[in-house]
């Protein structure tokens, strides 16, 4: 469904005139199956984030295609209502000028599909994330950073996108609260049947959601390797970071 | 209009868009309310005090204060508000462009500002005056011409601070078109912050005309302007302090008006300061309520 082809992207390093270039990405190719949850594991500074911005078509990359269902994903209508984001930063993530209700609206708006039922889909779409419909008119500085988190995964999936990027989603989030959000996933892949591509540098929590990982380092592809097979992964790097987790 | 009832609860912005509202009315209409002709000369009425005829008494050449006053709206108040939001707006369309898009055009407007920005602002205008010649026109473009980069800096820095959050990039993830996601996500956390630095540059805005038509530079002489009648006024300042009352009072009243009101809209369009200020007029009664107690007691 998504399919990265040797992706390259380098940023400008220093001022505007100067020559040097940093290469965040060389070479990353991979593909995502409609369903599949698919982590991205690396250290900070690896070019996560970097992927995830071309996977969204919000960056073009220097070299490579990325194609969602065969189109490139930088078209607007490839992607519009498809391909969705939870980023990590609760604070940022919801307009403070909005309340929660025109939060998750502003999908639906842009995808036309607004009826009169739309009210009660708001509150559909709101217990379902585990919030009850007095938040509809809460604005952003009023919630908890799980509250938010939540509201913004209800934005992410009221479209019923066929694909879910999620950077860091629960990163910024305590404990007990990452469990309750990595659940509460779990159970709208079931509903909605969405694939995840689920960002983080938490192999435990990848293990715990995903099916399949890809550990990149330095802007480079390490391994793929199905969380069945975790355990015998072959690269050096990869062995290295399972047995911090291990020990 | 929901966003207007919440300025008006609030009692001092709803006085201040009162009294502005009130100036601009009159001033737009100057020939309906001013109840004499502000140029006619009438040399035995010099620094005649208050009377039923001349409300605000006369001045030096016995022309009525008031009379005056009301013409003076024109070029102290309507004509710096044109320009004000003349320079404002060219300098947040350049804000937002360089703000939003960043990369090239980012450099080439910035480097253009620094070189406006460059030259002091009062020697900018006065060169400007001398190339077009004297007149308050020349005065407002010379200060259009000389404010924008200011605001197209400041207004930047605001957008860019905005279009770096995960909104934008969830809205732009979704396929908002750039113009639609500057409209709706931008324009509204930028305003607060143009209102404030626009309000803050009309009080100067309006002490420069002053300044230049002091200096000859600006309105010519029989016509009125708030600043004139200052500098005019200052001539007997020892001997009739009284008649620096009138055009004073009428700047200061207008300058704070507008910046309380800008103030007040700052509150109104940030639902995080709505709130507090909520809760602060809560304790604020609840306070009053205790010291009427006390004093019952
Ligand atoms: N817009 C950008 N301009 C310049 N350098 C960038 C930009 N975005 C990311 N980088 C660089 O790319 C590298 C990878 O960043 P990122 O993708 O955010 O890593 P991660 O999400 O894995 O922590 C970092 O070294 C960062 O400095
Ligand atoms: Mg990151």
Request: contains cysteine.
């Amino acid at each position: 469904m998504i399919r990265v082809d040797c992706v390259e992207k380098s940023y400008r390093k220093g001022g505007l005139f100067s020559k040097e270039r940093q290469k965040v990405l060389t070479n990353i190719s991979f593909e995502c199956k409609p369903g599949e949850c698919l982590g991205i594991i690396g250290e900070s500074g690896s070019g996560k984030s970097t992927l995830g911005r071309l996977i969204l078509g919000i960056e073009k990359p220097d070299r490579g295609t990325v194609l969602f269902e065969g189109k490139p994903v930088a078209v607007r209508k490839a992607r519009a209502g498809n391909i969705s984001a939870v980023f990590q930063d609760y604070t940022s993530s919801i307009n403070p000028f909005y309340t929660v209700e025109q939060a998750i609206m502003e999908p639906l708006k842009l995808q036309g599909k607004i009826r009169k039922d739309d009210q009660s889909k708001i509150d559909l779409l709101l217990h379902q994330v585990g919030l009850n419909p007095s938040y509809r008119k809460k604005y952003p500085h009023e919630l908890s950073g799980g509250e938010a988190q939540r509201v913004c995964i209800a934005r992410a999936v009221s479209t019923e996108p066929k694909c879910i990027l999620l950077d860091e989603a629960i990163s910024s989030l305590d404990g007990s609260v990452q469990i309750q959000v990595l659940e509460l996933l779990m159970s709208l892949r079931k509903i909605y049947n969405m694939a995840y591509l689920f960002i983080t540098h938490d192999i435990q929590a990848a293990a715990y959601i995903c099916d399949r990982v890809m550990i990149i380092r330095d802007g480079q592809i390490e391994e793929i390797a199905r969380v069945e097979h975790l355990k015998d992964v072959q690269s050096a790097y990869a062995r290295k970071l399972l047995q911090m987790i291990i020990t | 209009m929901k966003f207007f009832l919440n300025v008006l609860k609030d009692k001092l912005a709803a006085l201040s868009l009162c009294i502005i509202v009130v100036t601009v009315s009159v001033g737009i209409f100057a020939p309906l309310f001013a109840p004499h002709d502000p140029e006619e000369v009438h040399m035995e009425l010099r620094f005649a005090s208050l009377s039923w005829e001349y409300l605000l008494g006369n001045d030096h050449l016995g022309r009525c204060i008031l009379s005056r006053l009301i013409y003076g709206i024109r070029p102290s108040v309507l004509w710096v508000f044109v320009a004000l939001v003349l320079s404002v707006s060219f300098g947040a369309f350049l804000g937002f462009i360089a703000g939003y898009f960043r990369g090239k055009t980012d450099a080439f407007v910035m480097r253009v500002c620094d070189v406006m920005l460059s030259f002091p602002g009062y020697v900018m205008t006065l060169a400007l005056i001398g190339i077009l010649g004297v007149g308050l026109e020349n005065i407002l473009i010379a200060f259009v011409l000389s404010k924008w980069a200011w605001f197209a800096r400041i207004i930047r820095t605001s957008v860019m601070q905005v279009a770096e959050s995960d909104y934008i990039k969830f809205s732009k993830a979704l396929g908002v078109s750039d113009i639609k996601i500057m409209v709706k996500h931008i324009v509204p956390v930028a305003l607060p912050d143009i209102a404030v630095i626009s309000s803050s540059s009309f009080g100067s805005m309006m002490l420069q005309i002053s300044g230049f038509s002091f200096l000859g530079l600006g309105i010519q002489a029989p016509n009125a302007e708030w600043g004139m009648m200052l500098n005019e006024a200052r001539e007997v300042m020892f001997s009739r302090p009284e008649f620096m009352l009138a055009p004073g009072l009428a700047i200061i009243l207008v300058v704070s008006a507008v910046n309380f009101l800008s103030d007040a809209l700052q509150v109104a369009l940030d639902p995080k300061l709505m709130i507090s200020k909520h809760k602060l007029q809560g304790l604020a009664r609840a306070s009053a309520a205790n010291l009427q107690g006390k004093e019952v007691a």
